[in-house]
């Protein structure tokens, strides 16, 4: 089993539209999780960290659910801007090494 | 630029021949990185250096990769012996102690193995 399992998308959504990836995690150990973003050809960025009460930055809400090992991330009113790739990614028990899922893609339509 | 800087931008090799990468991370981090990414799969980790140490290596490093980073501050990655399977994009990122998650990374050198 991989350590990180995304939605395989990809996902072809109109703008306005509100789009949800999930994404699993094999570490019970595991300690801090993000979500990246990646534009095409391009290196990927950190979007936000995820929390386990949860938290929100403005159209972006991210989930982490520890007890199902299980992280989401909610993006309202999408833009055309949001087409990109979204990783998931996760630290393990380690405070070094950022094991990333394959990433889901996105497509926002007009 | 404050950036995380890679050079070069694109490189093809033949098969068997040696190359070398080098990054230049953000001057105030301690901590570089090095992932591998292929096409439809996520980043992978490879190594990481603490300032000039290095502290960890993948088992997705063979004997034939080697990592520097002498002053603790640029690094470089060489691959010998190149071969077709070799050919990803080839991240570095830099980050604070701690603060993995935050890393950011530098635009890639994507090797193409003929």
């Known amino acids: 089993r991989k350590e990180v399992e995304q939605d395989p998308g990809p996902f072809n959504v109109p703008e306005g539209a509100t789009v949800a990836f999930n994404c699993t995690y094999s570490n019970s150990a595991s300690q801090s999780f993000f979500w990246y973003r990646q534009d095409c050809r391009k290196e990927p960025k950190l979007l936000m960290s995820v929390y386990s009460s949860g938290n929100e930055d403005g159209r972006f809400t991210a989930q982490l659910n520890r007890a199902s090992q299980y992280i989401s991330l909610l993006i309202r009113d999408s833009k055309l801007s949001d087409s990109a790739t979204y990783l998931c990614v996760e630290t393990g028990g380690s405070n070094y090494k950022l094991t990333f899922g394959k990433g889901t893609l996105l497509t926002v339509n007009p | 630029d404050t950036g995380v800087s890679q050079n070069p931008r694109h490189k093809i090799t033949k098969r068997g021949q040696n190359v070398t990468f080098r990054c230049d991370p953000i001057?105030?981090?301690?901590?570089l990185y090095w992932y591998r990414q292929t096409l439809g799969q996520g980043p992978e980790f490879l190594t990481y250096f603490q300032n000039e140490a290095q502290l960890e290596k993948s088992r997705l490093l063979s004997d034939r990769f080697s990592a520097e980073r002498p002053k603790g501050s640029f690094s470089t990655l060489e691959i010998q012996r190149t071969e077709q399977g070799d050919s990803a994009m080839y991240l570095c990122?830099?980050?604070?102690?701690?603060?993995?998650?935050?890393?950011?990374f530098g635009p890639g050198t994507r090797l193409t193995v003929l």
């Open positions: 990122a830099s980050s604070l102690v701690g603060l993995a998650g935050d890393s950011f």
């Open positions: 001057s105030e981090h301690n901590r």
